[in-house]
């Protein structure tokens, strides 16, 4: 850190005896001897307590005890409690953005509450409310909530400000542009990320500083939804509840941004139909092709790197996840006629990565010959995508003879 005097530091120590006292009874959860020393020692309350610069109050979060919480507040000075109250950490974290950590959460919070509208009449609106404070990361209590997978605090602490009239809006972003629906789902808290959804639907149309919406973002995350498990023999029952609920919240949440996204109306179609190509029957001396593939990598992606799927669609045919290709195609029939800029449509993005279950879905469309009958930007066919060896991502096939009669499959099922 900038401007601290290491040296000093290092020759003095940080922390008084009574304070270390408390520490070690804070650390063997002994909550009772803990009180004792703050009601003898009271001057030590707002004092830094540890290395986080978190304060006795913001240590007495983790004892999950209300009453504690209370007393401990009530020991400072009236005069000096809305300053204990607002007082961060080196996180920046007041003492209710400890809370959300709390097993006894509500209830905690609820002490809290209960001190501020006592120091904090309506009427005095100089002073912000203790749920509007943000940390270094300019997260609020309820987006720190959100963050972490905690709905019950984040619904009460929500409910709180609906009834103080604040604006919800103020707690769903943070200084670095993401939103709390993109951190709910990049932590794979999907029940958080449908409440929020359902509570505030420009959410959902949202992009990130990667400029991606929540559905691309969950369309990048294959491993949460059924179509991309393998549960196992000997996996156990809690295991496997666990997953099945994560698969059915990652559905839910993917049919409600699905219906909402429209980014797919953005196309590029024309009529650019196949001409005549001679290609070979079958492709020949796959093991060199892949050698040289390997060699010009690097070259085709600086020279010839075609842009990023930004439709959610394609980006889901990419990751080969089913639900929401399927869902897409229920909720958008239309959306299966979808042309990228460098003219790829969902059949190009399915042969390129080798998604076979997702050309399944289409051969059931019937859409397979209207679809291959058209060229990309490159002059590319549906067979041409086949032959490419760039993105492929062969199946655990042993030995040359395998991975060529998987490659044989492509060409069967594409010309």
């Known amino acids: 850190m900038e401007g601290v005097d290491w040296e000093r530091v290092e020759k003095f120590p940080l922390f008084c005896e009574n304070i270390k006292e408390a520490q070690s009874e804070a650390m063997e959860n002994r909550w009772k001897d803990f009180k ?8 030590i309350i707002l004092k830094p307590f540890d290395l986080f610069e978190n304060t006795a109050i913001h240590v007495a979060t983790g004892s999950n005890n209300p009453r504690l919480l209370q007393e401990l507040i009530q020991l400072v000075p009236e005069a000096e409690r809305w300053q204990a109250l607002c007082k ?5 974290n007041t003492v209710l953005h400890e809370i959300v950590f709390s097993k006894n959460v509500t209830h905690m919070a609820d002490v809290v509450f209960s001190f501020e509208d006592e120091l904090h009449p309506p009427e005095m609106e100089e002073k912000r409310p203790l749920l509007e404070l943000t940390n270094v990361r300019g997260e609020t209590p309820l987006f720190m909530a959100a963050m972490h997978g905690k709905l019950k605090i984040l619904k009460h602490m929500a409910n709180r400000a609906v009834t103080h009239h604040m604006d919800l809006r103020k707690h769903w972003h943070r200084s670095d542009e993401y939103n709390v629906l993109h951190v709910s789902v990049i932590g794979q808290h999907l029940h958080v990320a449908i409440w929020l959804v359902r509570m505030d639907e420009e959410l959902a149309l949202e992009k990130d500083k990667k400029n991606l919406t929540c559905l691309q973002l969950l369309s990048k995350m294959p491993h949460v939804f059924r179509s991309h498990t393998q549960m196992g023999a000997f996996e156990g029952i809690d295991h496997m509840w666990k997953e099945k609920k994560k698969h059915k ?3 839910s949440l993917a049919n409600i941004l699905i219906e909402k996204d429209l980014s797919w109306q953005a196309s590029f179609n024309e009529n650019r139909r196949t001409k005549v190509i001679n290609m070979p029957r079958h492709p020949l001396n796959v093991v060199k092709r892949r050698r040289i593939s390997a060699q010009n990598r690097e070259e085709r992606r600086m020279y010839d790197k075609d842009p990023p799927e930004r439709t959610a669609l394609f980006i889901a045919t990419k990751t080969g996840i089913v639900e929401i290709v399927e869902k897409y195609i229920e909720l958008h029939p239309a959306a299966i006629y979808h042309v990228t800029e460098n003219k790829q449509n969902i059949l190009n993005m399915a042969a390129k990565y080798r998604q076979k279950k997702i ?3 289409l051969q059931r469309t019937g859409t397979i010959e209207t679809l291959a009958a058209q060229l990309t930007d490159k002059e ?6 086949v032959a490419r060896m760039d993105y492929y991502k062969g199946e655990h096939l042993a030995g040359v003879a395998f991975r060529l009669q998987d490659e044989l499959r492509w060409y069967d099922v594409s010309g």
Not at 88 to 92: D, I, L
């Open 36 to 43: 004792e020393t703050m009601m003898k020692h009271q001057e």
């Open 88 to 92: 961060k950490n080196r996180e920046g």
């Open 249 to 251: 919240l990652a559905d």
């Open 359 to 361: 050309l399944e879905i």
């Open 380 to 385: 590319r066919t549906i067979l041409h995508e």
